[in-house]
């Protein structure tokens, strides 16, 4: 029975069902922070060009037989900047005992939103092969059912499914590792030991600020959470600061576990290289001697001739933003010039519209005052007319004097023409003779004959009214 104990206790160890290593169920790694696919596929083609990184990572140095993984990832985008695939493979040990190995393809889909936002949606799935070599187990006894054999192997299905928001700077992702929680089945001639792929839960967010001139400097807090359904959890925060993207620095704090310091730089256009140091801050810090991850990246596809390129279409594209914008400027310009144009031009054709209509009232106007010429005296200028003929219009006619300077058959311009003496300051009427048919303006009532030759001549002698007439009302 206690070489059961042992047994079980290896393998929940090389799973990491206890809260110090919750999530080494899934591989820990601690520079996840460059290349977040690992726990989320969603991330996958998020970058510009296509990436591959090796990891390797030594856990709890003094430890013989300490945790070591090996992980190859590749992932890229596509030119439409819409889909990413991507996958990786990795292998974890525990001592000689337990060894896992697994991986997964990885796709994602980027749907922009606007307003510099994406969302994008991820899925991975592969497999994993979980082994235990028995043969390497020291034991006390050596009959014990549970370590009959050499080598147990187990294999199931494994899926992630999961989801990245975003906007400029800011960056939200969450994510589920192991989401199908397959069972894992070790098989001996007694007995079987029963093992599952517990359902994690992974969720981060981070934000990016740049300055500098050239905005070349970046600083990047970031926080992670992982946990499982009985809510083992652990947390991460960390800050990266970036310049130019040459070199690299981050520290960080994992919760309960280890105090962690990256560092990168860019050795080749193409190549990149990082390390990380973990170091232990629980009950394991006086032993275990600390963690070492390295890193190597490599990008395919780009080189300084691609940066060069990249950095010429950026220029371009800000050039063709700022001009854009001016020509939105003066197209806003021109068109209220065009609408001021256009009510200009409006106001012109009323003005000439009232134009032609008046000088239509004026030939009207001189046409008829030659066909009433037959009706004036030319000597004295009167006009003998019988009251109970007379109809008022405007006015009154109560005298019997008016000095009437225009007679007209039509009424709207007898109107007309009294509107415009009366703008002049005259005190001007209409009166309409029934029995002639005419309408007749006046600007002026006399009290007697002689009172309104006077004020005829005076007209005439500043050439105004010349064929003006003096009305008598019988």
Same mark, same amino acid.
Request: glycine fraction near 10%; include cysteine; aromatic fraction near 12%.
């Given at each position: ?33 460059? &290349? ?42 596509? *030119? &439409? ?6 996958? $990786? ?22 749907? *922009? ?17 979980? %082994?235990?070599?028995? !043969? ?40 589920? *590792? ?22 994690? /839960?992974?969720?981060?967010?981070? $934000? ?7 905005? &070349? ?13 009985? @809510? ?13 993207? @040459? ?14 310091? %990256? ?6 256009? +193409?190549? =990149? ?5 973990? +170091?232990?801050?629980? !009950? ?20 300084? =001739?691609? !940066?060069?390129?990249?950095?010429? @279409? ?33 106001? +012109? ?15 009207? @106007? ?22 109970? &003929? ?10 019997? /004097? $008016? ?13 007309? /023409? ?7 300051? /005259? !005190? ?5 003779? =029934? ?17 309104? +030759? ?21």
């Amino acid at each position: 029975m206690m070489c059961r104990l042992v047994m079980l206790t290896m393998i929940l160890v090389g799973a990491g069902i206890c809260k110090e290593v919750v999530a080494q169920q899934i591989p820990l790694y601690s520079q996840y922070l460059y &290349n977040r696919l690992l726990y989320n596929p969603a991330e996958t083609g998020t970058g510009d060009r296509t990436v591959a990184h090796f990891i390797y990572r030594k856990q709890w140095q003094n430890f013989q037989g300490g945790p070591e993984t090996r992980l190859l990832s590749v992932n890229g985008g596509f *030119p &439409n900047k819409r889909l990413g695939l991507g996958g $990786y493979i990795f292998s974890d040990y525990t001592g000689e005992v337990v060894k896992r190995i697994g991986g997964k393809l990885t796709y994602a889909y980027h749907l *922009p939103l606007g307003d510099e936002q994406t969302l994008s949606l991820g899925i991975g799935a592969g497999v994993v092969d979980h %082994s235990i070599d028995r !043969e390497k187990v020291r034991i006390e006894d050596p009959t014990d059912e549970v370590i009959t054999g050499q080598l147990d192997v187990g294999t199931a299905v494994d899926a992630t499914v999961g989801l990245r928001y975003r906007w400029k700077g800011l960056k939200l992702g969450v994510s589920v *590792p192991q989401v199908v929680e397959s069972d894992l089945r070790y098989v001996n001639n007694r007995e079987d030991a029963n093992y599952q792929l517990a359902r994690h /839960y992974t969720g981060y967010g981070s $934000y990016e600020f740049q300055f500098g001139s050239d905005d &070349n400097w970046g600083l990047e807090p970031l926080v992670m959470m992982r946990t499982t359904e009985d @809510f083992q959890y652990q947390l991460d925060g960390n800050l990266i600061a970036t310049y130019d993207d @040459f070199v690299w620095l981050s520290a960080g704090y994992r919760w309960d576990y280890a105090a962690t310091f %990256s560092a990168g730089v860019k050795v080749h256009d +193409l190549i =990149k290289v990082g390390y990380s140091y973990d +170091l232990a801050v629980n !009950e394991l810090k006086d032993f275990s001697g600390g963690s070492h991850e390295v890193m190597l990246g490599v990008v395919f596809g780009g080189g300084q =001739k691609q !940066e060069d390129e990249d950095k010429k @279409f950026k220029e371009l594209n800000e050039r063709l933003d700022t001009i854009s914008k001016r020509n939105d400027s003066l197209r806003g310009s021109l068109k209220e010039s065009k609408d001021s144009l256009m009510d200009t031009k409006m106001e +012109l054709a009323q003005k000439t519209a009232e134009i032609d209509s008046l000088k239509k009232d004026i030939g009207n @106007f001189e046409k008829s005052r030659k066909e009433e010429g037959k009706d004036v005296q030319d000597a004295k200028r009167t006009l003998t007319v019988d009251r109970e &003929n007379l109809s008022f219009v405007t006015g009154d006619i109560k005298k019997n /004097y $008016y000095l009437v300077v225009s007679s007209n058959r039509v009424e709207k311009w007898a109107r007309m /023409y009294h509107k415009k003496l009366q703008k002049q300051g /005259y !005190e001007s009427g209409v009166v309409y003779n =029934k029995k002639r048919d005419w309408y007749y303006v006046f600007i002026t009532k006399v009290q007697d004959m002689e009172g309104g +030759l006077q004020e005829l001549y005076k007209l005439r002698e500043q050439n105004k009214f010349k064929d003006a007439w003096i009305h008598i009302i019988k």
